[in-house]
């Protein structure tokens, strides 16, 4: 009986011996590498994750900012066709611009600037360069008049607006990373501008989540002011 007693007791001793050297060892190699491996393979899942959504999230934010970018020139434009009363295009070899070699160009004469007492004609272009990716204006400066009536200071009542032709033609970015194509004008009436408009955001790496192009075709605009 002391015999058995005796080969339990050592029997216990071993098996506590080898669970304590299990435990305190830990993980084995191969449990460790698996679970290594896991773990890197959750987080590179994770990380591809989260750099899709920031690309996504850039991309829509860059389309919002050109739509809206593309809303404010079109507007502008379309507004001063709207006040014209001619218009005039040019798609290649275009006449010089304050200066600059033109690689197209959009010239409006537009009747109602502010010249002192008078209502004259003003010229305003829009055109873009072979070294500038900007779409341009030159024209004359845009007033600040009010509603109040006082033609000896130039103020005709036009409001925020009006051209101010008493000034200097002014040359100034309408539009940045814009390009205006296909300009052409209806052959029967005279009145109604098409054209294409193309925005960028500037970024030449199409790699990159920052490079985004917002194009818009066939669109027209025309004047109101017809002239006989």
Not at 2 to 31: H, Y
Not at 205 to 213: F, L
Request: charged content about 15%; some cysteine; hydrophobic content about 40%.
């Amino acid at each position: 009986m002391d015999r058995m007693t005796a080969m339990q007791s050592k029997f216990l001793g071993r098996s506590r011996r080898r669970s304590g050297s299990i435990m305190a060892n830990g993980f084995s190699l191969v449990e460790l590498i698996l679970y290594s491996a896991i773990t890197l393979i959750l987080f590179n899942a994770a990380l591809s994750m989260s750099l899709s959504q920031s690309r996504t999230s850039i991309k829509t934010y860059e389309l919002a900012a050109l739509r809206n970018q593309m809303a404010r020139i079109t507007f502008l434009l379309e507004g001063e066709l709207a006040e014209g009363e001619t218009i005039t295009v040019c798609n290649a070899n275009c006449p010089v611009v304050n200066g600059r070699n033109v690689a197209y160009s959009l010239r409006i004469s537009h009747p109602h600037a502010a010249d002192r007492a008078a209502i004259t004609n003003a010229d305003v272009t829009y055109y873009g360069t072979a070294d500038s990716p900007n779409l341009f204006r030159f024209g004359p400066p845009f007033t600040t008049a009010t509603t109040d009536v006082n033609p000896a200071n130039g103020n005709l009542a036009f409001g925020s607006g009006a051209l101010t032709a008493a000034a200097a033609n002014v040359e100034s970015v309408a539009s940045p990373y814009t390009t205006l194509s296909n300009l052409g004008v209806n052959a029967d009436e005279r009145h109604t501008l098409t054209y294409s408009i193309t925005i960028t955001t500037g970024t030449t790496d199409r790699d990159s989540p920052w490079a985004s192009t917002l194009t818009a075709t066939d669109q027209k605009a025309r004047t109101r002011v017809f002239a006989f």
